[in-house]
C-alpha cells in the first residue's frame, strides 16, 4: 500500500489573499478560494526553507516532464507526489470570503520594450499617462478574520526520491513546515496558522460529508443545496469543477462558512477516496 501522509494547517487571513486567474492580462479577477495548486504550493514553501532548498535553482530528480504552469522546477516534486489537496471555510466563523475588482492604475512605464518607452515620450501627456499608468481591474478575495482549513495529502516514497531526502526526515520536519505557512498566493496574502497537523491518514469512501470543496468528477452530491460549483486550476494546471460546500447558495463571487452538522451529503465514485486525520474529522479531502 502506498505510504501516504496528510499535511493540514487551520490559518486566520488577515485581510484576504490575491489569486490571479491564470492567462489573465488588462483584467486581473481573483479566484474565491484558494486552488489545489495554491494549497500545495503554502505547504511546500515552508518545507523546501526547512530542507534548505532553493526552489528557482534546485535541480529536481523528477520521473517527468515539468508541468507547464510550474514556475520552478522544484515545486514539480510536489505536484508529481500530492494524491489531493483542498481548503474549506471553518464553519465556526461567521466570516465568509467575497471576490471584488477594483479598477487601479498600475506603473507599466519601466516594463515598456521595443522602443514604446521612447514613442510614449514624445506623445502629449494626457496620451502618455494611459501608456506609462494604465488602467486595469485588479481583483482580490477578501475575509478578514476568516478561519480556512487547508490540506493535501502527498505520497511520501514520491516526494522523499524526489527532493532526495530521507521519509524519515520529512516525517521529522512534517509538522513544523505545517505551522510554517505565513501566506497564501501572493506575498501580501499573509496569514497565521491557529493549529497544525501531520500524519498518515484514514481512508474511507461511500457517503460522507466535509467542509472542504471536492472534485466534480469524484463525488455523487445527494444535497445540492449546501453546494456550490466553482472553477479552479487543478493539480495539472487545468480549470476544472469543484463543488465548494456552503450553508446557504449566493454566489460564486461569495461564498459563505459550510455546515458541521454529521450528515451524508457526498458520495464518492470509483476509484477515488476520502483522506482525513482522525484529529480533525470535519475536513476530509478527496483524491484518487
Known amino acids: ?14 485581510w484576504g489573499f490575491s489569486l490571479r486567474i491564470k492567462g ?12 489545489p495548486t495554491t494549497v500545495l504550493g503554502a505547504f511546500a514553501y515552508p518545507m523546501l526553507k526547512i530542507l534548505g532548498i532553493r526552489p528557482e535553482i534546485a535541480e529536481v530528480r523528477s520521473s517527468t516532464l515539468v508541468k507547464s504552469g510550474v514556475i520552478t522546477p522544484m515545486f514539480n516534486c510536489f505536484i508529481e507526489a500530492t494524491v489531493a489537496t483542498s481548503a474549506g471555510l471553518d464553519p465556526a466563523t461567521i466570516t465568509g470570503l467575497a471576490s471584488h ?9 519601466p516594463y515598456k520594450m521595443g522602443g514604446q ?15 506609462m499608468a494604465p488602467v486595469q481591474a485588479l481583483g482580490s478575495t477578501y475575509g478578514p478574520g476568516a478561519l480556512l482549513h487547508i490540506g493535501a495529502v502527498i505520497n511520501l516514497e514520491k516526494l522523499a526520491e524526489c527532493l532526495n531526502v530521507s521519509e524519515a526526515y520529512i516525517d521529522s520536519i512534517g509538522l513544523k513546515s505545517c505551522y510554517g505557512i505565513s501566506r497564501i498566493g501572493s506575498k501580501e496574502g499573509i496569514v497565521s496558522v491557529i493549529k497544525a497537523a501531520y500524519g498518515e491518514p484514514k481512508r474511507e469512501d461511500g457517503e460522507f460529508h466535509t467542509i472542504a470543496y471536492v472534485p466534480e468528477n469524484a463525488v455523487e452530491v445527494l444535497d445540492k443545496e449546501l453546494f456550490i460549483r466553482v472553477q479552479l486550476w487543478n493539480l495539472n494546471y487545468k ?3 469543484y463543488y465548494v460546500p456552503v450553508k446557504h447558495m449566493l454566489s460564486s463571487n461569495l461564498l459563505i462558512p459550510p ?7 457526498l458520495r464518492t465514485r470509483s476509484p477515488f477516496k476520502v483522506y482525513y486525520l482522525s484529529e480533525i474529522p470535519e475536513f476530509k479531502v478527496v483524491g484518487s
Open 101 to 109: 475588482s477594483e479598477v487601479l492604475r498600475i506603473i507599466a512605464f
Open 239 to 241: 480549470l476544472s469543477t
Open 1 to 14: 500500500m502506498t505510504v501516504t501522509r496528510f499535511l493540514y494547517a487551520l490559518i486566520k487571513l488577515h
Open 259 to 265: 455546515i458541521k452538522e454529521p450528515l451524508s451529503t
Open 117 to 131: 518607452r521612447d514613442r510614449a515620450l514624445k506623445l502629449p501627456i494626457e496620451t502618455q499617462i494611459t501608456l
Open 24 to 35: 489573465a492580462t488588462a483584467a486581473q479577477p481573483s479566484l474565491p478560494i484558494p486552488s
